[in-house]
């Protein structure tokens, strides 16, 4: 199958099989020409304030300015930037890559030995946070080689309003803990001082690192994947070949829920629409969902992002229903699997099919697609591979297998990562002497190149010697009415080995276990049916809101077949 590429042949009308990935030297070149084409256009909104093209080239040229000019940082230094999304975030991400800096996305949700280990590892110099997690940097700044810090309030570029939203996060809320960092200097003082000097203008190749993206959480101590200025571009270029004409450019509203420190929005939000100029709503605080209904009422919007627990969050908000959705062509999931019943409500009451992607952060990153097509529908499938992108299904040995064989879903691609940072070892496990990246999700390929997840290796379970994947026991539990969210895991049982337990988070409060069982039995085979469903308030989830399976395992409640 290494040889072929049956995809090819499903493609979209004018959707080239490669991209020339010498159409720019570097992410930096991508932003220079954005905002020479679209200067008067709005590139960021965020809590009713706008930032043209125009505004960001300047004001990231003056943070630029400060970073090389004000404290010498030298290309290839590296720069962590710990902000949700508000406009400062664009502004120091684009100034630091003008630089020449290496950006290490930090969230700023991370406990203090989470940020020790990221900003150790990466060898950060300096870094920019928000008020509201200066107290986590202060606990560990003297244990890492940070020398710089900007420190900046979620109101600090929102004008006379900006002061009003500062003081009540402060003060009101107390959403902003005491914190003492006594050489820190201000968002706004930074860029004033950057604004003396001049932009170094540093010469970039495709191999120079432009990210270090840290992963793998999950599965232990995050690994900083390597995303080279090459492997952006790449992405940008085969994502905006994707998707041909239907950016229109110099049109297109955005929504950006999730956060821009995480790859998926880093890529497909800020970057593939910044080519077109987009226009960018940063959204804060989605977990706020009657904020963020409130914010999507007020804006035309042709495209948004999401990971399914966003979307099903959405469409459990009330007025949400009641928005204008007449401009939405573009809807697209990925980050975890997309659930058919979620999908199809989405489509129902937008009128807009929600297109699922695949990819991960150590491919920057876009793998796959479905076709943006008219009467295209949610699919099941993950797409097909982007132009200059090849897929494998791969077992143990790393042998290709045919069609409709379950193994290992590999990427290779000019999208696919340098390696992890000071990690050989880790890159050796997933990047094969060729190239291939193994993913660690298991998957199929059928006759026409659509891929297909079955699960993810970590997550399968295995009962008396059956392989039950989770994505198939959520997916059929969701399109019970009653339920809001569930998770399925592998608990150890006497009998089988393994048994499938649920946790379930419920929308109808009446809903019983009995109830739950008797849908299961219905619609699952014995194996696969859940043994033990537990209710709760909540699931545990990440930064970008994917439900964390592994905290439910850890949890280590032994149980058996009830």
């Given amino acids: 199958m290494s040889n072929e590429r049956p995809w090819l042949n499903h493609y979209p009308d004018g959707v080239p099989a490669e991209i020339d990935i010498n159409q720019y030297a570097s992410v930096a070149a991508v932003l220079d020409e954005a905002f020479e084409h679209y200067r008067q256009r709005i590139a960021f909104s965020n809590f009713g304030k706008s930032l043209t093209y125009g505004e960001i080239d300047a004001l990231s040229r003056q943070f630029a300015g400060y970073l090389t000019g004000e404290l010498k940082l030298k290309q290839g230094d590296r720069l962590a930037i710990m902000l949700p999304n508000i406009l400062q975030y664009p502004i120091a991400l684009f100034g630091a890559l003008r630089a020449g800096l290496v950006v290490v996305n930090t969230n700023p949700m991370y406990t203090a030995r989470e940020l020790k280990h990221q900003l150790t590892d990466a060898g950060a110099q300096a870094i920019v946070v928000l008020d509201n997690f200066a107290s986590t940097l202060q606990e ?11 420190t900046t309030g979620i109101g600090d570029l929102l004008g006379a309003k900006g002061v009003l939203v500062n003081f009540v996060l402060k003060h009101v809320k107390k959403m902003v803990p005491p914190y003492s960092l006594p050489h820190a200097v201000r968002f706004s003082d930074a860029l004033a001082r950057g604004a003396q000097h001049d932009v170094p203008k540093p010469t970039l190749s495709h191999d120079d690192i432009a990210f270090l993206q840290y992963t793998g959480g999950t599965t232990g101590v995050a690994k900083g994947a390597m995303l080279t200025h090459g492997n952006m571009i790449a992405n940008m270029l085969q994502a905006g070949a994707w998707f041909g004409s239907k950016i229109k450019a110099g049109e297109e509203t955005i929504i950006t829920a999730l956060p821009l420190y995480h790859i998926f929005a880093l890529t497909c939000n800020c970057f593939i629409f910044l080519r077109f100029g987009g226009r960018s709503m940063l959204i804060t605080n989605p977990r706020d969902m009657p904020g963020f209904v409130k914010e999507l009422s007020k804006t035309k919007f042709t495209a948004i992002t999401g990971v399914n627990t966003l979307f099903n969050g959405l469409l459990n908000t009330p007025g949400f229903d009641q928005i204008d959705f007449s401009s939405l062509r573009m809807s697209f999931g990925g980050g975890m699997a997309v659930q058919r019943a979620v999908a199809e409500k989405w489509e129902k009451i937008t009128g807009c099919a929600l297109i699922e992607g695949y990819g991960m952060t150590e491919s920057s990153p876009v793998a796959t697609i479905n076709p943006l097509v008219d009467g295209a529908h949610f699919s099941g499938s993950i797409g097909l591979p982007v132009p200059s ?174």
Avoid at 140 to 150: D, P, Q, R, S
Avoid at 407 to 432: A, D, F, H, R
Avoid at 433 to 451: H, K, P, Q, V
Wanted: charged letters at 30%.
């Fill in 140 to 150: 560990v700044v003297g244990e890492t080689g940070v020398k710089h810090i900007v």
């Fill in 389 to 562: 992108t090849s897929i494998s299904i791969q077992d143990e040995d790393g042998k290709h297998l045919g069609i409709g064989e379950v193994g290992e879903i590999c990427i290779q691609g000019p999208q696919v990562m340098k390696g992890y940072w000071n990690q050989p070892g880790e890159t050796s496990k997933v990047l094969s002497a060729d190239r291939w990246l193994r993913t660690g999700d298991i998957g199929r390929m059928d006759e026409s190149g659509y891929i297909y997840i079955v699960d993810r290796k970590k997550d399968m379970i295995l009962v008396s010697g059956f392989n039950v994947y989770p994505n198939e026991i959520e997916d059929t539990v969701m399109k019970y009415p009653g339920v809001a969210e569930v998770a399925a895991i592998g608990v150890p049982d006497e009998h089988s080995g393994e048994v499938v337990k649920l946790f379930v988070v419920r929308k109808d409060p009446n809903l019983t276990v009995e109830q739950l069982k008797e849908f299961c039995r219905e619609n699952l085979t014995g194996y696969k049916r859940p043994k033990v469903i537990e209710f709760r308030d909540a699931l545990p989830k990440s930064n970008v809101g994917k439900i964390l399976r592994r905290e439910l395992r850890d949890e280590k409640k032994t149980v058996t077949a009830g």
